[in-house]
């Protein structure tokens, strides 16, 4: 049984630019969230999504955003990205509900 | 609003001694709390949770954590450090009750844990 994935495993982008990494969840759940972790940091909530929709948000502006389809696989989009976006990005899937998440390796984004 | 704070960013212990490393919640009513680990360019793996059951919980890898409501904290112990328990620990905490389910995981800051031989 695969865990989740996540790809690409790294990527390099300049100020300004726009990124997608992608997110395929545990099989058998429904619901993924992103986080995002800067280094030296633990992980910041961004978003979650459950039946396609975005649920809850963390205090991350709206260069963020997302998509769920409907094989339960996400999207996480970083539109006109700062040096600051430079992250760790982990996405996380689960079932509606239940307490544990389970991660993924994450995509490491940086940003010239 | 949900908040733990991890108490020491590194620890360093040698192997064969008592890891001890802490956390403690702030929440107005017990929220549910989870010890995670990750090694270095890797994600996030579940040590172990507390969710309401028994206070002490067992997790994996000899690690085991202890839910104290009145010093509202939940420390991760192992009596015997070995030298792959070297990582980073994050303790993580979500309200008990969520309205719909959705679930918004809060990390502290994270502890890195080095094992000297």
């Known amino acids: 049984d695969a865990g989740v994935t996540q790809s690409p495993t790294h990527l390099i982008k300049t100020r300004g630019q726009q990124v997608t990494l992608r997110c395929s969840p545990k099989s058998g759940h429904d619901t993924v969230s992103w986080y995002q972790q800067a280094l030296g940091q633990g992980p910041q909530f961004i978003f979650q999504?459950?039946?396609?929709?975005?649920?809850q948000r963390g205090n991350f502006p709206d260069r963020f955003s997302g998509h769920q389809f409907p094989n339960y696989s996400s999207e996480l989009n970083v539109n006109a990205l700062l040096l600051g976006d430079s992250a760790l990005y982990l996405c996380?899937?689960?079932?509606?509900?239940?307490?544990?998440?389970?991660f993924g390796p994450g995509t490491r984004l940086t940003v010239l | 609003a949900q908040s733990v704070t991890q108490l020491g960013s590194h620890v360093s212990v040698s192997e064969g001694a008592l890891v001890l490393l802490r956390c403690n919640y702030s929440s107005s009513v017990p929220p549910y709390l989870f010890w995670y680990v990750q090694y270095p360019n890797q994600g996030l793996q579940l040590l172990l949770k507390?969710?309401?059951?028994?206070?002490l919980v067992k997790g994996i890898n000899g690690f085991e954590a202890e839910f104290k409501k009145s010093e509202t904290s939940f420390h991760l112990t192992k009596p015997s450090a070995h030298m792959s328990d070297a990582a980073e620990y994050f303790c993580a905490v979500i309200p008990a009750q969520r309205s719909g389910g959705y679930q918004k995981v809060t990390f502290g800051t994270g502890t890195k844990l080095q094992v000297i031989p």
């Open positions: 999504y459950y039946e396609e929709e975005e649920r």
């Open positions: 507390y969710t309401s059951a028994a206070t």
């Open positions: 996380a899937s689960s079932l509606l509900g239940r307490d544990e998440q389970f």
